[in-house]
């Protein structure tokens, strides 16, 4: 089967038996995703590429007519709902899930009413229910798209990375309930991370270039993952302040995100900042990184100098990769061209490189292990390929600080050990970290502070 005219997937045969609960796991790229998609019927398999058939409740079901029997959450449909912007609320989300589509276009009946209220009172999401999509967070949406694909009661959940962006709590509670319903919704779940497979699977299956190169009983075996030790004695922080930010209260829209913020970083104070969805994180690291301004009173400083800021000087020196950034990338130019753009900060290419910057752009292309993708467009990468071409893009120049706000989420294990030996040899190159995350393996071990957001406010953690 091709997509965007790349064959995603080869000469697979597989089925699902009732009772049986599958994970699917392979790297980035693997063909994972497109499997997915074929199996809820949403993507169209080539004329001559084989067949599919579906039998619930005892009777043959075509493709289109599957879907009805199916819930899904994808990364995909995530980006989906955060560019379109539309001016619905969370509950108006969790309501789409009865028709499929992206809003609900008619009034509900009372037993789907009543629906929604139970999904929202079981998944505790009173509050964000009442929120306009716009104002949410990542894992905010993430946790009504989960609520959406449930609200159904479908027979069979299909859920591609879906603990991404999720904090500890809301991770704890949706592997609970996925144990919970196992007995009568069938699951598939596609992962990077082993603890995401609950405790129901059945069966596993490893995916390798578009292939179905294993498959066995129970859960898939756990992948070691080498970590990097810290320095013996890492280097004190030293001299002034990279940024700093005093008596600073941020706004998105009219919410009042962040209060009263005073904080700073200094040259290799390499820092973890944890906190629950909604805390204000990466509406942190977007007045960190200039992008997103306090109100006024609020103060920032930049290497000792005072604003305004050129946003595009400030880029000389910060790099900044989040999933908002990844999502506001819409861009087609190839993986090459993507990455020399990180030389000028630019969406795709619009400079010459010159034979330094190209050399450079090769040589971290082999390190990142991006090689077969070099010549690829951009939009057509599956989600894990398209985030490990952004962190090469803010990595060909080294800068000063470097801002990562969950971007180890639907990367593979072996890229994940890749770039925390890049993120070490920054480090030892001069550059500052500024880390984000709701899994602790994800942080390297040379942070050498580690601090919290919690409703708007920091402490150390």
């Known amino acids: 089967m091709h997509v965007n005219g790349h064959r995603a997937i080869s000469d697979i045969t597989w089925d ?3 009772g049986q609960h599958w994970a699917f796991t392979g790297p980035n790229g693997s063909g994972k995703s497109t499997l997915l998609r074929v199996i809820r019927g949403d993507q169209w398999i080539d004329p001559d590429g084989g067949e599919r058939r579906y039998r619930f409740d005892g009777g043959e079901q075509t493709a289109l007519r599957a879907t009805d029997f199916i819930g899904f959450v994808s990364p995909e449909q995530h980006e989906k709902y955060v560019r379109l912007e539309l001016p619905i609320v969370g509950r108006n989300v ?7 589509s992206l809003y609900v276009h008619r009034a509900l009946d009372g037993d789907d009413a009543r629906a929604v209220d139970a999904i929202v009172a079981q998944l505790d999401l009173g509050a964000i229910a009442a929120k306009r999509v716009r104002a949410l967070s990542f894992g905010q949406l993430r946790r009504l798209l989960i609520a959406r694909a449930l ?9 591609d990375e879906f603990t991404n962006g999720l904090d500890v709590r809301a991770r704890g509670e949706i592997r609970a309930l996925l144990d919970d319903i196992a007995p009568q919704v069938q699951l598939i779940l596609a992962s990077h991370r082993d603890d995401d497979f609950v405790g129901a699977i059945t069966h596993h299956a490893q995916m390798r270039d578009g292939r179905l190169v294993a498959t066995g009983t129970g859960p898939p075996p756990r992948r070691p993952h080498a970590r990097i030790a810290a320095a013996a004695r890492a280097a004190e922080p030293a001299g002034e302040p990279l940024v700093a930010i005093a008596h600073a209260d941020v706004f998105r829209a009219a919410t009042h995100v962040l209060h009263d913020l005073t904080w700073s970083i200094r040259r290799g104070e390499h820092t973890a900042l944890v906190g629950a969805n909604g805390a204000g994180k990466s509406t942190f690291a977007s007045v960190v990184a200039g992008t997103l301004s306090p109100a006024w009173g609020g103060e920032i400083r930049r290497s000792g100098r005072g604003g305004p800021f050129d946003v595009w000087r400030i880029k000389e020196t910060i790099a900044h990769v989040s999933e908002e950034w990844q999502i506001a990338f819409d861009v087609n130019h190839t993986v090459e061209e993507v990455i020399l753009g990180g030389f000028v900060a630019s969406v795709g290419l619009f400079h010459e490189p010159d034979a330094a910057q190209r050399e450079r752009t090769a040589t971290l292309i082999d390190e990142l292990g991006l090689a077969p993708l070099r010549a690829r467009r951009f939009g057509e990468l599956s989600f894990g390929e398209r985030r490990k071409v952004l962190i090469a893009r803010a990595l060909v120049k080294p800068p000063a600080l470097l801002i990562l706000d969950e971007v180890w989420n639907g990367l593979d294990a072996a890229y994940r050990e890749r770039l925390e030996a890049h993120l ?12 984000i995350a709701h899994h602790a393996d994800d942080l390297p071990a040379l942070v050498v502070r580690r601090q919290r957001l919690a409703a708007g406010t920091l402490h150390d953690d």
């Open 16 to 18: 699902l038996e009732p």
């Open 424 to 435: 070490h040899a920054l480090a030892g190159a001069g550059t500052t970290l500024l880390l």
């Open 94 to 100: 969790i309501e789409s899930g009865f028709d499929d």
């Open 151 to 159: 609200v159904r009661r479908p027979r069979l959940l299909v859920l």
